[in-house]
């Protein structure tokens, strides 16, 4: 959103010689209370919306003061009946629109907007006729006309100055539309993807460019944000558009990746060229740490043996050391290729990584005679303060303890729902409840179809760092495979699911049943634009962005994180994670009419494979917004071979953070080239302090609840800015 409202600055600024000081956004299918801080401190003061309808909400007035998760305040206006009229009846519904506002300045919205174009010649001139005659009325002796109106075509920022606020909200503006939380669900994980693959490039091309090792692409990065932007439009992303909207979405959110992807490349590269070579038979592995302090985290990379092994006895024996020189725990885990080679290898290994900079760890293969391992079939881990079973003939997690506290039993579990073809969901019951008649999918015996032959439920991974099981799941012509990563290193699990959907009008969700909650007063919160909001218990849809997690009686969270969904509910005890709507494209009711033809087929959405991954894990309150960052932003790691062009740096400069639950949203360069931009965010509800350090530079910073700050960063010094947009 703050890229939104630059590029809309540099446009209005560029072509007008003006930046708009009322934001506008009338079509969006709600709106979260994050925008308040966002919107204020890119230098607006009010807001003009028309959604939630009072038919969809209990928002009580129609101008407001909204406040935001940090305190920050705008005025709001909604608009009465929407922003469009029909064409050529524009008079009679502005008028209808006055009369339904007592106010003495009121405000109302026309023209066509996108359901055909702009105004029309007919609705000017009948309205230039109406002005001419209340002003004619309001000059004559007549007493008795009640149209003495002064009328005039103005701006958001003329009524704005007379706007007298009703009343205050302190809360996100919905629901409208709640399906478009989950519709069209390709389009939504594309565009988490070039999400997070635009803000790693962005950290990369930093701290190369920091470092004096390559120039800032500042203007590649110009295309890229327009390509994310493109695809954010409002039928969209949402999932209302029809079939070739969805495919031009999906064009340029592959763009976008396939560029940003590129400049992340050549800088980690440039990067890497700092790194000592290899040593004999050794195999470097360069990991990026983009997050501005130390820790340690679970990494994944695949390599290629330096030739291929068809020895039935002598069998590859790998290890790995960190930088310096010490065994690290590795597993090797199954890879991507299907070559029943010793040959390609994938591990994950703990690994310590520095804060804002490339990691360099070595792995060295040997061939021993050792016959192949089997997979120890466990079910079950537990560890000092980890406890977790799963279902050897449920393919549920049946418990999940963290230091003797049980979070989950009896999940996770995909189920089904009856839906409509809506992919809106515009009907008043689906503003209660988005899906009726909740059915749970059966462990599947694995007779036919795609996982013919397969175990239902069996353990594929178990060594030192994960223990992996998958379970197979199916109803009606719908399939599910879940694998859970049980870490033996931390209280995390990681969910994958792979829905492979064959059913229209049904919504699939998962169901985590949680322990150690009243329903009655259950606080469940979800990240929202740079915060967190308490969400709804009572079954209708929330939307939330890469978080959700439900307060435990002893204080701490059961965090559900995500790289791929919106949508949630929430009742009896359990959180569904809305996962596919079978819908059909751009389809919703109108009167008593039938959604879609019954003599013909219509094209339905997000038919086939949809891939899903989540992280449970258990978390305070100020930690939920870091671990969401660590599990979207993991380290970048790649088998790299350095070629020494130059002296050996061992320490790069980079970018560091005293506290770690002070994010850094993102690091760029500033628009003009001047310096570099970064963004940090304190995403919980209790104050924080932190010290930041670019480079030789710091700066000792103060964060109220959920507060976004804004530093500069050039040669001289760093400063805050107040602007979030510069």
Known sequence: MVRQILFGKKYFT??????????????????????????????????????????????????????????????????????????????????????????????????????????????????????????????????????????????????????????????????AMPGCYTSLGKLKREHVKLENELY??????????????????????????????????????????????????????????????????KAFFALCGNLPPAKKGEFPIAVFNSRPYDYSENVECEFMLADQ?????????????DEKGKAIPFQIVKEESNINLDWRKKIIFSAPLKAFSVNRFGVFVDYKKCPKSHIKQDFEFKNDYKYVRIGQNSGLIESYKIDGVEYIKDGVLPVMFEDNADPWAMSAFQQKRLGTDEKPFALSENKNGIFKGLKSVQVIENG????GIEAFFELYSTKVRVLYKVYKNNPHIDVDVNVFLGDKD???????????????????????????????????????????????????????????????????????????????YCTHPILNRELCPKDRFTKKADQGENDFSFRITVAKENELERNAKEFNFKPFAVNVFPIQTGAIMRDLGGICISNPNITLEAVKKKEDGNGFVLRLLNGSRSPASATLTVMDKKIDLSFSRYEVKTVLYNENALTEIPLLVI
Not at 234 to 262: F, I, M, Y
Not at 511 to 537: R, S
Request: charged letters at 25%; aromatic letters at 8%; one cysteine or more.
């Open 14 to 175: 560029e072509k007008f010689g003006v930046f708009p000081e009322i934001a506008f956004n009338v079509d969006a299918f709600g709106h979260s209370r994050g925008l308040v801080q966002i919107i204020k401190k890119c230098g607006q003061s009010g807001n003009i919306i028309c959604r939630p309808y009072p038919s969809e909400t209990d928002l009580p007035h129609s101008r407001f003061i909204w406040v935001g998760p940090d305190g920050s305040e705008i005025k709001v206006m909604r608009a009465v009946e929407g922003y469009n009229t029909l064409l050529g009846k524009s008079l009679e519904i502005i008028k209808r629109r006055a009369a339904m506002q007592p106010e003495q300045h009121i405000a109302v919205l026309w023209g066509v907007g996108n359901h055909g174009g702009g105004p029309s010649d007919k609705d000017l001139r009948d309205i230039e006729n109406y002005v001419d005659n209340v002003r004619n009325t309001a000059l004559s002796a007549d007493k008795t006309n009640e149209e003495r109106y002064e009328l005039i075509h103005s701006s958001p920022e003329h009524f704005f100055k007379t706007l007298t606020p009703e009343g205050r909200e302190e809360r996100s503006l919905r629901i």
């Open 309 to 321: 092994n068809w020895d039935e006895e002598n069998i590859s024996f790998v290890s790995v050391y």
């Open 464 to 467: 030192e760092i994960y223990l």
């Open 506 to 584: 049904k919504f699939v969700k998962l169901k985590i049943p949680v322990c150690g909650y009243e329903n009655e007063t259950c606080e469940v919160i979800g990240q929202t634009m740079f915060g967190a909001e308490t969400l709804f218990i009572d079954a209708r849809e929330n939307v939330s962005q890469r978080y959700i997690a439900v307060k435990n009686t002893n204080g701490k969270h059961l965090e559900v994180i995500n790289n791929c969904v919106y949508g949630s509910h929430f009742e009896n005890n359990a959180l569904y994670v809305s996962l596919v709507r079978g819908v059909t």
């Open 200 to 265: 790693l490039a962005e950290e990369i091309c930093s701290a190369a460019s920091l470092n004096g090792l390559t120039e800032y692409p500042l203007r590649q990065f110009d295309t890229i944000n327009e390509d994310l932007m493109n695809a954010e439009f409002h039928d969209v992303l949402p999932g209302s558009s029809v079939k070739a909207g969805e495919e031009n979405g999906l064009k340029l959110l592959l763009h976008g990746r396939l560029d940003a992807e590129r400049l992340k490349t």
